[in-house]
């Protein structure tokens, strides 16, 4: 018996409905095996066993992204596991560029999925990008963060291309209104980046050190001292900066006396303790 032409519409829209909703699914299962991998490795603590294996999930992630380009969500988890790979693991200074460019790529092109009228002023003036940036809300603070974080290690591996330097007030504005739309979120860790921002040059050549020392101390409150790399950094480019070596000796004691494992933070503080023996020692030189 011939279907009814109704039926039939009827039958085919219940068909594009089921797997409209198949696809979804999907979608949000890729995602979820994108986070739980990221999640996994930042919570390894043997740094050696993630420079050997993350190559292998680089490739992974891209072939998912491959399979699904307009996955947002896909898209931060590979940017975050690409930029994390690029700033603790890779010495060779052009292959860090590349991943790094890799992992901004895939942020921006979340943003541009999501926040179209934002997308189109990324690259505007300073002023008509500060007009779009103030109009995200605080759902866009996930996205704002993954964007930033990858913007400004992109800009850190390629610190002397001043194309690239010029883009640190852009980044800095961004970390300002996610700290204005939720300060608590990645237990501050916009603090810890404009930390790193401000004190990048001295007072007397136009930096705000001591704005990066309140930062500094923000990050450190709102991660409950459980993040080393705040420590780290704080001492690295604050402590150094102005010459405070009892500051700087006492930051780095602190982060390597730490109970390394907190959850998605163990392979941070590793790392971080590492770099603080590291400070510690070549400190006697520098003061």
């Known amino acids: 018996m011939r279907m009814p032409r109704f039926s039939r ?16 699914v999907m979608s949000r299962a890729t995602s979820q095996v994108a986070n739980n991998l990221s999640n996994e490795i930042l919570d390894q603590d043997d740094p050696g066993t993630v420079k050997d294996g993350v190559p292998a999930y680089l490739l992974l992630i891209g072939s998912l992204i491959a399979g699904d380009p ?21 010495e060779d200074p052009e292959r860090g560029k590349r991943l790094a460019a890799r992992a901004y790529g895939y942020t921006r092109r ?42 400004a290690g992109k800009i850190q591996v390629d610190s002397g291309n001043w194309n690239a330097i010029a883009d640190i007030p ?23 980046y404009l930390g790193v921002l401000n004190s990048i040059r001295p007072a007397s050549l136009g930096g705000k050190p001591e704005d990066g020392k309140k930062y500094f101390e923000k990050a450190l409150e709102l991660s409950g001292g459980k993040n080393q790399m705040v420590r780290v950094l704080y001492a690295e480019h ?19 006396s730490a109970d390394p494992y907190a959850p998605h933070l163990t392979l941070v503080n590793v790392l971080a303790q590492r770099r603080a023996k590291q400070l510690l020692e070549s400190g006697k030189d520098y003061f």
């Open 238 to 256: 604050y402590a150094r900066l102005v010459f405070d070596k009892d500051l700087h000796d006492k930051l780095l004691n602190d982060a390597i």
């Open 9 to 24: 519409v009827v039958l085919v829209g219940a068909l594009v409905l089921l797997l409209s909703d198949c696809a979804s």
């Open 70 to 90: 307009d996955n947002a969500d896909l898209l931060l988890a590979g940017a975050k596991l690409y930029g994390a790979y690029a700033g603790g693991f890779v």
């Open 110 to 151: 979340a943003v541009c999925l999501r926040e179209k009228t934002f997308c189109v002023q990324l690259d505007a003036p300073f002023e008509t990008f500060q007009t779009a940036l103030n109009q995200q809300g605080i759902k866009s603070v996930p996205l704002l963060y993954g964007f930033a974080s990858a913007w």
């Open 170 to 192: 852009k980044v800095q504005a961004i970390l300002e209104r996610i700290v204005a739309l939720d300060d608590h979120y990645e237990d501050g860790g916009a603090y810890l």
